[in-house]
């Protein structure tokens, strides 16, 4: 499945894949994070896994670090198939030292989409609408924060609201990590504003957490 859209956009705009890659891995982060990674939890939720691990002798603190650790795991090997399938099949320029500098900027996008699924899945009630909300929210950032569409198509006004949107920052430093090998200009505030997400994200996530479903 993370591998779909490199086909999707490739027979579409084979010419542009260089640019394309890095924004489909994104792409892909965002939706692991804001839907697949919340809509997990919620279903462990309605299905009394979570209540029957809070019964055991198991730390909360060690089931939560377990769950981030599956799912960025995850995460880091869909992007992986992505890479291989952008290098493989148009000839992505891909060095030791580009992937060197992705990965951990990848995985900072992960783990802060992720903490953005945890707030929606603390919210929502049942898996169906964590589902909604979150493909709501990224394809609204898919279209307006560099990933597929570049940002001089965008209005101004909105070209001014986008880089401080949290799909943006991941954009830039995995896009110039990847096709220049270097970092980003401005990496430093791309990853203050990324953390700052990220944190706060965590903390209203561990507030709104639950071990059984609303009633």
């Known amino acids: 499945m993370p ?34 990674s919340s809509t997990m939890m919620l279903e462990m939720r309605e299905k009394s896994v979570l209540r029957r691990l809070q019964a055991t002798p198991l730390p909360a603190g060690q089931l939560i670090g377990s769950y981030l650790l599956v799912n960025v795991i995850i995460g880091v090997l869909q992007s992986t198939l992505i890479i291989l399938a952008g290098v493989v099949l148009y000839d992505v320029p891909v060095t030791g030292t ?22 929606i899945s603390g919210m929502a009630a049942k898996a169906g609408t964590a589902t909604a909300v979150g493909m709501t929210i990224y394809f609204l950032l898919m279209f307006i924060s560099d990933m597929v569409f570049p940002l001089d198509m965008l209005p101004e006004w909105l070209r001014n609201v986008v880089p401080y949107l949290p799909a943006y920052p991941v954009v830039q430093l995995v896009r110039s990590a990847m096709l220049e090998a270097t970092l980003d200009p401005k990496w430093l505030t791309h990853l203050f504003l990324l953390a700052a997400y990220g944190i706060g994200a965590t903390f209203i996530a561990a507030k709104l957490f639950r071990w059984e479903p609303k009633a």
């Open 98 to 119: 580009s992937l060197l500098l992705s990965y951990p900027m990848i995985l900072a996008g992960l783990l802060a989409f992720m903490a953005l699924g945890g707030i």
């Open 3 to 36: 591998a779909i859209p490199v086909f999707i956009y490739g027979a579409v705009m084979s010419q542009y894949m260089d640019y394309m890659t890095p924004g489909v891995i994104v792409l892909n982060a965002l939706s692991f994070g804001l839907v697949s």
